[in-house]
């Protein structure tokens, strides 16, 4: 492993658990943040048109959706408290390395009770510029106007 992406990796990683953060992504001396939950922060940072490429990421969650926004992103790895199987596959697909506190087959809604609504909207895309334009068509339905 080369020496620029452990430090990244391993950066995002102690801010992720040290901040507070619920979305950590650093690359060199650049570092994005959030304490957003779910995953608007990282429509946000993309919509920005914030360049992620070669970013290393430390995330609460990451399931299919997720995963699909950090492929398209173009990021170097990923580290997440909880992991879905299907994002683990999704990473090994584009080269993306990637680790995690718990691997879960899929992941659930906040309650507890159902899939995730953002993984079950993806589901059927396989196309990650597709699921990030349905991802933030939903997040912005979803969030409260300014």
């Known amino acids: 492993m080369e020496l620029g992406k452990m430090t990244d990796i ?3 990683k102690s801010l992720f658990t040290t901040g507070g953060y619920t979305c950590v992504l650093c690359k060199q001396e650049t570092i994005l943040t959030s304490r ?24 609460k969650v990451v399931g299919k959706a997720a995963a699909m926004l950090y492929v398209l992103a173009g990021v170097r790895d990923v580290y997440a408290t909880v992991m879905s199987e299907e994002a683990t596959k999704l990473f090994e697909g584009h080269q993306i390395g990637y680790s995690f506190e718990t691997l879960t087959p899929f992941i659930t809604n906040r309650p507890g009770n159902d899939i995730c609504p ?14 990030f334009e349905a991802i933030r068509e939903k997040v912005n339905q979803l969030s409260p106007p300014n």
């Open 10 to 12: 391993v950066r995002a």
């Open 36 to 59: 957003t939950e779910g995953i608007a922060p990282l429509v946000r940072f993309i919509s920005e048109a914030t360049g992620l490429q070669g970013y290393s990421a430390a995330d």
């Open 118 to 131: 953002m993984d079950r909207l993806v589901r059927d895309i396989g196309n990650a510029t597709e699921a």
